[in-house]
């Protein structure tokens, strides 16, 4: 068996990229077309850049890294999903991968390093300068059967984000998602960049993606990216001043069900373990945990 190449990903290696996802994150959705676009049409302004390891002509690894723009805090880069097939671990590939990403970030100014490393994985980011910091937990949830249309309350209009201006689902997400926990607050999300990494995502599903609407002012919503019979709650969240009112659970009860009726089976998400209002309603809607990663820190020289 040769020795893996680190290489740039290329657009054609999405269908590779994805079937690697599968094995060891299998609760992780974004499709071929997705990762493809991801690949070929990175974010604005994140300098996002990704390579595989590629041995005997397969794609064994894989890793991207970006500058964090969503988040105030200076000089943050972020390293995200960096994996390894199991049957290729233990040969420096993943060391190969992560000294290639921290490179790229170094060549950006990053200062801060924030990664997620599964349990199992935490030796390894260990020994590399990780310290792990926040702990992640991956649900999901059977949509056979699916959970009931829930009936909205007086004054509350339930709408999918279809058809809807993108700037007032833009207000209704950035906003909600400025005191959402981390180990940075995601406080300068711009539009230009949730235009392309929500809004036009191909797995967006727009007729399933709902809204709460008071008085005319989106204050809630829940955003469903899918691939094939399976989606990604991509982010539940509800305005500050309209909380305490279930708005949360109702959007989100509502997503779900409509994207069973169009053809979803299964339903994933993840939350930080400090976030017991959110795991309050995935645990009313019946929701189980699969797995448990963790946010990781590193300073960067």
């Known amino acids: 068996m040769s020795e893996a190449e680190i290489r740039r990903a290329r657009p054609d290696d999405a269908p590779a990229v994805v079937a690697l996802r599968a ?20 974010p604005p302004g994140e300098d996002w ?46 060391t190969a991968l992560l000294d290639t990403a921290l490179d790229h970030l170094r060549t950006l100014g990053s ?24 702990e992640l937990r991956y649900s999901a949830l059977d949509l056979d059967p699916a959970p009931p249309m829930p009936e909205p309350p007086p004054g509350v209009r339930l709408l999918p984000i279809a058809g809807l201006d993108p700037h007032r689902v833009y207000r209704v997400d950035s906003e909600s998602a400025r005191d959402e926990p981390g180990d940075v607050p995601v406080d300068a999300l711009g539009y230009d960049l949730w235009l392309h990494e929500c809004w036009e995502n191909l797995g967006l599903d727009r007729d399933a993606s709902t809204v709460a609407e ?19 709650s991509d982010f539940t969240g509800t305005l500050a001043a309209h909380r305490g009112r ?20 299964t339903a ?12 309050a309603i995935n645990a009313a809607l019946g929701y189980r945990p699969v797995d448990s990663q963790w946010s990781c820190r590193r300073t960067l020289s």
């Open 111 to 134: 200062t801060r390093v924030l990664t997620h490393a599964r349990t199992e994985s935490l030796p390894f980011a260990q020994r590399h300068g990780f310290t792990p910091s926040r």
């Open 268 to 279: 994933y998400t993840s939350n930080d373990e400090a976030n017991a209002p959110m795991l």
């Open 49 to 94: 850049a990704a390579w595989v390891a590629e041995a005997d002509g397969q794609v064994v690894g894989w890793v991207s890294a970006y500058r964090n723009t969503q988040t105030s805090t200076p000089g943050v880069g972020e390293l995200a999903t960096l994996h390894v097939h199991p049957d290729h671990r233990g040969r420096g590939v993943g």
């Open 246 to 265: 279930g708005l949360g659970r109702l959007t989100k009860q509502a997503a779900l069900h409509l994207a069973a009726a169009r053809g979803v089976r």
């Open 214 to 232: 008071i008085d005319g002012e989106l204050v809630s919503l829940s955003l469903v990216k899918r691939d094939g019979d399976r989606m990604w």
């Open 23 to 42: 094995v060891v994150f299998p609760y992780l959705v974004r499709g071929v077309e997705s990762t493809r676009r991801m690949i070929g049409q990175p």
